[in-house]
């Protein structure tokens, strides 16, 4: 049984607090008494051919899912206390509300998400087979039936679970595990009981035994049978807050894509939450997405909130660029913003929320009250153009200027084009210009508003925006024709450079001549000198680095003060991205200076300076 006081403790808003709630919500009910109940399991199918993970995930999946709702303190959500709104009529209801608003725009999953198999009381049922089985008050008519009308809207059904056995299947490990003869719960696991997840309330499943690849296969059939099109396994790690050998559940991962491409079923494999990096070729090879970051929702009397924490995903995304494609995807969350009173949020920051999942190309799922809709959520989820960005098949965009909290983010389309997003992060009002100089042009270019599917003619070299506090605007930017901006190169590792401090030049496969200037941390400096501009003025200048963390560095050019420039993460130390920084050059010779003053700054691989503006 729970501690209902655990819920109001003060830091159950801040990451780790909203983290620990969920944690209680799983923990509970895998500790108490397990239900057994009966199987329903059809006979073993004649295996179709798997579907390709290009298949199933060719781009970002769009939908809704029930946490936003389950997790909320929003009056009347949850009327049967906390996590009381996942119910077979509340799915249904939600379904129903997709298929006649959002389904014609691509939303097409309703996902289940966690206590399914669990009652108000918190205690799980699982069949004979140690394989969770659904609460019948949650979900009277079983969950093929909420499957069947789901499909029958012709939408897909998505079902979660936990990584690992969880405690309450266990059952002194006499549970016998289904087509497996001879195979209980006792021959999966590690003798030792080893917990895992990011919770630990389950035992870590020992795949070196044949029988823990058979019960995996057992789950994924019962879903496959069910006519479940979507999976969300949570509490993975490494991350979830975990790490260690017995929180590293890629063998999981791996015995789940293989369990699914036998089941006779294609079935979205989706992995949650904060996923380390490191690891992120495992998780595209095995699965179709992965969460980069934490829940989104607050645990409040809202969905969620700006600051808890639909603002960390500025930070943290840019890490992530380039590991999502076609066949998975980097998933930043629910995009809670069509109800604002619900939401919790302003319209400048329901839209700032939806450009940035839309230009990283995350699934686009909402965990809003469909029936509730207010008129400006309907018309940021429907927006065609928008979708199309997230949907298409161009690079995910990364920050192109980051100045304090004005940024701007862009990627180069394939016919050419630019998308290109500002954002205002801060709180009070700014202007944000995007110059055309970073995306590698100059001159005129035609300016397409995606938000309001507006044209707003030629620009001349850049466009500048008034932004509210937390607001943003989406353009496509079409150079003119012969605009190529000329520039010179320059190579941090020159011998004509001047390095002071810790400064020194390191190898580097991922840049331009093979070596980067690393090492710039407490006083470090790299000066670039003889760099060369036939005339006066403030010059676009782009940077190459390496960071595998978030850095910031003082920026300046000749003897001036410089400002303080943050370089978002390029997700490692092996790989190298580009900012763009604002810097007065005079005709003639300059020197431009990276200072790391009292911190730790990104490794410099070169600068690209026009010839001229």
């Known amino acids: 049984m729970r501690s209902s006081s655990f819920f109001t403790m003060p830091g159950a808003t801040s990451r780790s607090g909203r983290r620990a709630i969920r944690s209680l919500l799983v923990i509970a009910l895998t500790t108490g008494v397990a239900t057994a109940v009966p199987a329903a399991q059809a006979d073993t199918p004649t295996a179709t051919p798997a579907a390709t993970a290009a298949e199933v995930a060719a781009k970002p999946y769009m939908g809704w899912s029930s946490w936003s709702m389950q997790s909320s303190k929003y009056p009347g959500l949850n009327p049967d206390g906390d996590y009381s709104y996942l119910t077979e009529a509340n799915v249904l209801k939600q379904a129903d509300a997709l298929a006649s608003k959002l389904k014609n725009y691509g939303y097409e999953y309703v996902n289940i998400d966690a206590g399914w198999w669990m009652d108000k009381n918190w205690k799980s049922g ?58 209980t719960t006792a021959d999966i696991v590690y003798g030792d009981l080893r917990t895992t997840n990011g919770w630990d309330s389950a035992y870590k499943i020992d795949f070196s035994k044949p029988c823990a690849q058979k019960y995996i296969d057992s789950q ?154 207010d008129s400006y959520g309907v018309s940021l989820l429907t927006n065609k153009e928008v979708i199309a960005v997230d949907q298409s098949a161009s690079p ?23 998308t290109v997003a500002l954002f205002n992060l801060g709180d009070s009002p700014a202007s944000v210009t995007a110059n055309w100089a970073s995306f590698g042009f100059t001159g005129n270019a035609s300016v397409r508003d995606l938000w309001n599917k507006s044209n707003l003619g030629t620009y001349k070299n850049k466009i500048t925006a008034a932004l509210p506090a937390h607001g943003s605007r989406l353009f496509t930017i079409k150079p003119g024709s012969s605009s190529t901006l000329p520039t010179t190169s320059y190579e941090a590792e020159d011998a004509a450079n001047t390095l002071s401090g810790n400064a020194s030049v390191a190898g580097c496969d991922a840049c331009s001549g093979g070596k980067k200037v690393g090492n710039l941390y407490t006083g470090g400096k790299l000066q670039f000198n003889n760099v060369t501009v036939k005339k006066d003025g403030i010059y676009t200048v782009k940077v190459a680095y390496v960071s595998g963390d978030a850095r910031s560095v003082n920026v300046l050019s000749n003897s ?54």
């Not at 009277?140 to 059904?157: C, R, Y």
């Not at 002194?172 to 087509?179: A, L, M, S, V």
């Not at 920050?399 to 983010?409: F, K, L, R, S």
Request: proline residues 5%; negative net charge; aromatic residues 12%.
């Open 126 to 183: 699982f069949d004979q087979y140690g394989r969770q089985t659904p609460d019948p008050v949650r979900f009277p008519s079983g969950m093929k039936s909420v499957a069947d009308h789901i499909h029958s809207l012709g939408l897909k059904a998505g079902i979660y679970l936990p990584v690992g056995l969880e405690k309450g299947a266990y059952n002194d490990g006499k549970t016998p595990i289904w087509n497996a003869e001879s195979c």
């Open 560 to 613: 001036g003060n410089g400002t303080s420039q943050k370089f978002p993460s390029t997700g490692d130390w092996s790989t190298a991205e580009t900012v763009s920084v604002q810097l007065a050059l005079k005709a003639g010779t300059n020197t431009i200076t990276f200072d790391s003053g009292s911190g730790y700054a990104p490794d410099i691989d070169k600068i690209v300076v026009p010839q001229t503006v």
């Open 396 to 418: 995910i965009a990364r920050p192109v200027t980051t100045v304090n909290n004005e940024q701007v983010w862009g990627t180069k389309n394939a016919d050419g084009s630019y």
């Open 220 to 373: 994924a059939q019962l879903f496959a049978d069910w006519g479940y099109d979507f999976l969300k396994i949570d509490g993975v790690g490494p991350g979830s807050f975990k790490s260690g050998d017995n929180y590293n559940n890629v063998a999981d991962v791996a015995a789940w894509q293989k369990a699914i491409a036998t089941a006779g079923r294609p079935i979205h494999l989706e992995l949650s939450w904060s996923l380390d990096i490191n690891y992120a070729a495992d998780w595209k090879k095995y699965s179709n997405g992965w969460r980069i970051d934490t829940d989104i929702e607050c645990y409040c009397n809202t969905l969620v909130t700006w600051e808890n924490s639909v603002d960390n995903r500025w930070d943290d995304a840019p890490a992530w660029s380039n590991k999502g494609g076609p066949g998975g995807w980097n998933d930043l969350d629910a995009l809670d913003v069509g109800n604002g009173e619900m939401d919790g949020l302003t319209k400048a920051e329901r839209q700032s929320y939806m450009t940035l999942w839309a230009i990283s190309k995350s699934p686009l799922y909402t965990g809003d009250d469909l029936t509730k809709l």
